[in-house]
């Protein structure tokens, strides 16, 4: 079952599906199929999410990310990472920047760096910091498809989207086995793929086990994004507006249901910043969206119900 923001129901008299869990780039996963995943595909899901691991994860040592974090200059980034950086440009665009793949030296100013200091940074780094200026990624990275350059030392954090991303490529290599139905579901980011829809409980983000409303899924993604999900101090979380290096305050919890997971999960982190009127200009998504002070907002075409 989904274990993050939602939760989900197949039709009544829909046969139990096969279940492949594991864990991979920090989180768990679950994948649905009506017949068991042979052991070659299983094989190669955990290839697949290893590989992307060891490219985007700005936690491990050996990783794509931290070594351009520690040696500004010219990386060659994998063939899947157009696709991603090209959605981070679009996502970039439409926020003004606050949603910005840079993000990673503020996430590390709060203490949710790779040690998992948990702790903010002190007077001195913080000045530091501030003295060079935040990173941005129109201005510090340039690039060529999968080419990066950089002349200062930048932290490449691919949260906002990343994990969707992954789902997407997942999906893909499912179908290139002949899989054609199936629920891949990564705590919470989801994509479903078949015949029947699939009923998403929506989880209240601050009393967990219950839930806001439901979604409706069919042949789409759903991705879900709450900022008591990692949560380290009064007020520290990892939904950071790119432009202050603050956490989100006003926007608690969020919903997107979209074409691809990709853009479902990176319009999650979206919608805590920018208005979905703006976000729309850009992108085709339903969404619900929930504030601080308990209300909750859903689009005109979010296939689903909100219970309060």
């Known amino acids: 079952m989904p274990r993050s923001a939602t939760s989900s129901a197949r039709p009544a008299g829909t046969a139990a599906p096969a279940h492949f869990d594991f864990d991979g780039i920090g989180t768990s996963w679950q994948i649905e199929t009506p017949r068991e995943l042979d052991p070659g595909t299983r094989r190669l899901v955990l290839d697949r999410v290893e590989e992307f691991d060891r490219t985007y994860s700005r936690f491990r040592a050996d990783s794509l990310v ?5 040696r500004p200059g ?54 530091a910091a501030e003295a ?21 030392p930048v932290v490449i954090d691919v949260g906002a ?26 705590s919470g980011d989801l994509v479903h793929s078949g015949r029947e829809p699939i009923r998403v409980a929506l989880e209240h983000p601050l009393q967990p ?16 994004s709450a900022s008591n999900r990692r949560v380290w101090g009064d007020g520290l979380h990892h939904i950071l507006d790119a432009r202050t290096g603050s956490p989100a ?53 979010f296939r689903g119900e909100l219970f309060s």
């Open 161 to 186: 989207a990343g994990k969707g991303y992954l789902v997407d490529l997942v999906a893909e290599l499912l179908r290139g086995r002949g899989y054609d139905e199936f629920l891949v579901d990564a």
């Open 209 to 224: 086990g219950t839930a806001i409303g439901v979604a409706e899924v069919a042949d789409a993604s759903l991705c879900a």
């Open 74 to 127: 010219t990386h060659l980034f994998p063939p899947d990472s157009i696709g991603l950086f090209d959605l981070y440009d679009r996502l970039v665009a439409a926020t003004d920047g606050a949603v910005d793949p840079l993000v990673g030296r503020e996430l590390e100013l709060l203490g949710y760096d790779a040690s998992y200091r948990l702790r903010p940074a002190g007077a001195a780094e913080r000045a």
């Open 66 to 70: 931290t070594a351009v974090a520690e």
């Open 249 to 301: 305050r006003e926007v608690i919890a969020t919903w997107v249901v979209a074409a691809d997971t990709a853009l479902a999960d990176g319009l999650a982190t979206a919608l805590f910043f920018t208005g979905a009127h703006r976000l729309a200009e850009t992108f085709h998504f339903s969404y619900v969206r929930m504030y601080a002070d308990g209300r909750a907002e859903r689009s005109r075409d």
């Open 132 to 152: 060079s200026g935040p990173a941005g990624w129109a201005a510090d990275v340039e690039r060529d498809g999968r080419r990066l350059t950089t002349e200062r």
